[in-house]
């Protein structure tokens, strides 16, 4: 039987061993606090060596590049959820509470990690995709809540957490900016950041937060709550929204005359939405109501961006050495 191609890719094949380590051995109690930890350092090492690559001219051109900012944001926060309304007669499919975190997921932020690191693996515009993808992250402390409280109706219990802006400071951008300092006054440091350590560190970052991910769902027994065809719908929906958001954000950044390099970052950033943001966000905004089953559409739609725009994004890189 012959490989899907996709499947032959190295990320992709990790990605998939993650979700099975987790399901075999999820991580719990003392590891998991370990792990979570180095999650984070492994995220913020990352965000150094894209600071420690990039020159500073190349950094302010994607700060000051408000185009390719409002369109990510308009994607995220405008399209989403009018997709999310649209897809209410899901509800023939599966539950009124899975439905209900389509919904939610359709609301959350865009990943900062995963959109970033695919945007460099695809030879795309890295700077933009690290403000844009922050930048909906920020915005997404407000938006997103205000967003839960229009279109799902969890007023009272919405309240926003100033620490999710101190998280992406200390973790994102404050490395980003010393490896920024590391660039222009450690001239060494920029030999140690090249291409070969970014993808190992790249990879490996999304590896890491897969597994986390997966492996609180099986310890909090999300799993147990739904049914095996309720699971192959929402895996259905969730491929189909990605490659269809691929085929629209690429026609509109092509439409707008975007660049390549920012065709890919609009792509990248504007077809994902973020795990990481939308956990702690739903725990808060819903006040430790059920947001077990109301996160499962999201962890499943996760996993799915993450294969197919890795998938994409390993493509991209062929054709981008192949016109070299």
């Not at 969890?154 to 994102?172: M, S």
């Not at 660049?259 to 905004?285: F, H, N, R, W």
């Not at 294969?307 to 016109?323: D, F, Q």
């Amino acid at each position: 039987m012959k490989v899907p191609p996709f499947l032959k890719d190295p990320l992709i094949q990790g990605i998939l061993a993650a979700v099975a380590l987790a399901v075999v051995f999820p991580a719990d109690g003392h590891f998991a606090a370990v792990f979570a930890i180095a999650t984070k350092i492994a995220i913020a090492l990352l965000f150094f060596l894209y600071g420690a690559r990039l020159s500073t001219r190349e950094a302010l051109k994607g700060l000051t590049h408000w185009r390719l900012h409002l369109l990510i944001l308009a994607l995220t926060y405008v399209l989403y959820p009018l997709i999310g309304l649209a897809l209410k007669p899901f509800t023939a499919l599966i539950s009124a509470p899975l439905y209900q975190g389509i919904l939610f997921a359709m609301l959350v932020p865009s990943t900062v990690q995963s959109s970033v690191a695919l945007t460099g693996i695809a030879r795309g515009n890295v700077s933009g995709a690290v403000v844009a993808a922050s930048l909906s992250s920020l915005v997404g402390v407000v938006t997103t809540p205000l967003l839960v409280m229009l279109l799902m109706g969890a007023g009272d219990a919405i309240h926003v957490d100033e620490a999710v802006f101190v998280n992406i400071a200390l973790q994102l951008l404050l490395p980003f900016v010393v490896g920024q300092l590391a660039h222009n006054f450690l001239p060494a440091v920029k030999v140690y950041a090249g291409a070969k350590a970014t993808k190992f560190v790249d990879r490996g970052s999304i590896w890491m937060v897969v597994y986390a991910a997966f492996s609180s769902g099986m310890v909090a027994g999300v799993w147990d709550e739904i049914a095996l065809w309720e699971v192959l719908a929402l895996v259905g929906w969730a491929s189909v929204l990605v490659f269809g958001m691929l085929a629209i954000t690429k026609w509109i950044a092509r439409a707008l005359r975007f660049s390549y390099e920012d065709q890919v970052a609009i792509q990248m950033c504007g077809t994902q939405k973020s795990l990481a943001s939308g956990v702690p966000m739903a725990s808060v905004i819903f006040g430790g109501a059920a947001v077990g089953i109301l996160i499962v559409p999201l962890m499943l739609y996760h996993l799915i961006q993450l294969m197919i725009c890795s998938a994409a994004a390993a493509r991209y890189c062929r054709e981008a050495r192949g016109r070299q």
